[in-house]
């Protein structure tokens, strides 16, 4: 995105746009099979962007019959991992070259600004796939030490037919996080959009066919959760779900592998997380912006959202103060502006939801202190400000409960021990952070956080390389690095008698 580009420059190329709006199965475009389809809602406008099939159990078995009849036929599976390699960089490039569009469809989809789409959501994406690429053809198998008259191979084989459900918040992003493990290890991939968001990934289904990958490797089945999402779920000959979403969902995922065939579940569920901010922490303003960014980001429909700060008494005041700086400049705007640092909510339901816990936290006692209300109303968007509470108390709805909005929760401590036992004291495990300049303190700290990514004097910094999943409610299985591989492939144990 070049500096030059103006809201009217997006709007003109939005208008421009053609939107694919098919399910994408064995390499082609094809309607639902009932003809259904559903309204796919711009959230920066609150009007119809576009028609999409609304697929069900039959287009779910289409995709699931493709997926495994080329998963069979090995044409991926059995391929060199040096070749699969080719085509997935291929398939990021193509991803990377069209990024214009596809942060286009992005922000027009699911209301981010288009600045992120294009700078955070498709780069981020185009890189995972092309990690996941670069990695495949430099890992070994094992041989156990077994005693001389055997050997056993222990080999990491593909599970076979990988189904990802995602959700609305990163739509590309989070498929991307399956798409790249679950491809480089020769699996055959069905991807199921949120319903709120399913323009990239039925978009990027025809890139993945242009870069090489073969038919049936790659489906994309939009529909809502009941229906393409159960499906899915209970599909006999499905191997693998991988799964991100609320912890609500998740569970029915595990049920649905329970009443069908045990297929392997990973779950990225929700989180709560605590930013602890120490009076000793090694800049209190560094710190009182990240907290802002971590909760105001992606307008706070973030699974790792920094929603409750958790501050020593002695500073909370300084700590505030910045943050309803950040909070002033970040008011929410037309998600199409280059300016704009936060955008609409993903669709009326969930602004509704967020002001609900908004309502909630006042008549709990919470003192509301910035924000608080719907935005924009005039547009017919659904945008809410940045919203901070003080005085909260962690049993209050409000610290315990996933929000998805931009609402910040404020709790005091004055020990670093009653920091940790708040901090821990919800269903979830997600991340954590803690600032302090005593590496004692924060390793300790860090040690004591019941939470799959705990940051030190940084929030949501990451790589590629380093795995992102929960502790907790917050779900199992590890989403990104080399760790992201063993959801979807199986040991195998190969053991020869070496008889003379
Ligand atoms: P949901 O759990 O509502 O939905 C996630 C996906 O599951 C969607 O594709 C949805 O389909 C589908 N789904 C919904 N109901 C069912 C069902 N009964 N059976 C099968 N599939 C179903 O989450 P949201 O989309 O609302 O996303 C927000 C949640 O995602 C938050 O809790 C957030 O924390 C979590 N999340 C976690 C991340 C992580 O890495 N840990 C990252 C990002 C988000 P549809 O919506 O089309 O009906």
């Not at 159960?230 to 592998?257: I, N, P, W």
């Not at 910045?322 to 602004?351: N, Y």
């Not at 309502?359 to 109303?377: C, I, P, T």
């Not at 929030?459 to 299985?477: E, V, Y």
Request: one cysteine or more.
């Amino acid at each position: 995105m070049s500096a030059a580009l103006s809201l009217e420059t997006f709007q003109a190329q939005a208008a421009g746009l053609t939107y694919r709006s098919q399910a994408f199965i064995n390499g082609k475009y094809v309607p639902s099979a009932s003809g259904k389809t559903f309204d796919n809602i711009n959230p920066a406008t609150g009007k119809v962007l576009n028609q999409v099939a609304s697929g069900d159990k039959e287009d779910v078995d289409r995709a699931v019959k493709a997926a495994r009849a080329a998963f069979e036929k090995g044409t991926w599976a059995n391929m060199a991992p040096s070749d699969r390699k080719k085509i997935l960089i291929r398939f990021a490039d193509l991803i990377d070259q069209h990024n214009s569009e596809l942060a286009l469809l992005e922000t027009l989809d699911m209301g981010k600004p288009i600045r992120d789409s294009s700078k955070i959501d498709i780069p981020l994406s185009a890189q995972c796939i092309r990690w996941y690429a670069e990695a495949i053809d430099k890992l070994y198998d094992e041989i156990a030490p077994t005693g001389p008259e055997a050997i056993s191979l222990i080999r990491r084989e593909p599970v076979g037919v990988v189904a990802a459900v995602v959700p609305w918040n990163f739509p590309l992003l989070m498929a991307s996080w399956k798409i790249g493990p679950a491809l480089a290890a020769g699996n055959s991939f069905i991807l199921k959009p949120a319903e709120q968001s399913p323009l990239t990934a039925i978009r990027i289904a025809e890139l993945a066919a242009e870069a090489g990958i073969p038919e049936g490797v790659f489906n994309v089945v939009p529909g809502y959760g009941e229906t393409a999402g159960q499906a899915l779920g209970r599909h006999m000959d499905v191997d693998c779900v991988a799964f991100t979403g609320s912890a609500e969902v998740g569970k029915f995922f595990l049920r649905y592998a329970g009443e069908s065939n045990m297929k392997r579940v990973s779950l990225e569920c929700g989180g709560k997380t605590p930013n602890i901010i120490m009076a000793d922490c090694p800049d209190v303003d560094a710190a009182a912006t990240a907290a802002a960014w971590g909760i105001f980001f992606n307008q706070g429909e973030v699974c790792n959202a920094g929603s409750r700060l958790i501050v020593e008494e002695s500073i909370k005041d300084q700590v505030l103060e910045k943050v309803f700086a950040v909070g002033k400049k970040l008011q929410p705007g037309d998600p199409l502006d280059p300016k704009t640092g936060m955008g609409a909510m993903v669709d009326k339901t969930q602004m509704e939801r967020v002001l609900g816990y908004i309502e909630k936290g006042k008549s709990e006692g919470a003192s509301l202190v910035f924000g608080g209300k719907r935005a924009r109303d005039e547009t017919g968007g659904y945008y809410i400000e940045p919203t901070v509470f003080d005085r909260v108390e962690n049993k209050m709805t409000i610290a315990q409960e996933e929000i998805f909005g931009p609402v910040l929760s404020t709790i005091t401590f004055k020990t670093p021990e009653e920091a940790v036992k708040i901090g821990n004291d919800t269903i979830y495990g997600l991340a954590a952070a803690v600032w302090t300049r005593d590496i004692t303190k924060a390793f300790k700290t860090a040690r004591a956080l019941r939470a799959g990514v705990v940051w030190v004097n940084c929030f949501d910094n990451g790589h590629i390389s380093s795995p992102f999943g929960g502790f907790k409610q917050s779900g199992f299985g590890r989403d990104k690095s080399i760790h992201a591989l063993e959801k979807f492939t199986d040991l195998k144990a190969i053991w020869i008698a070496l008889r003379d």
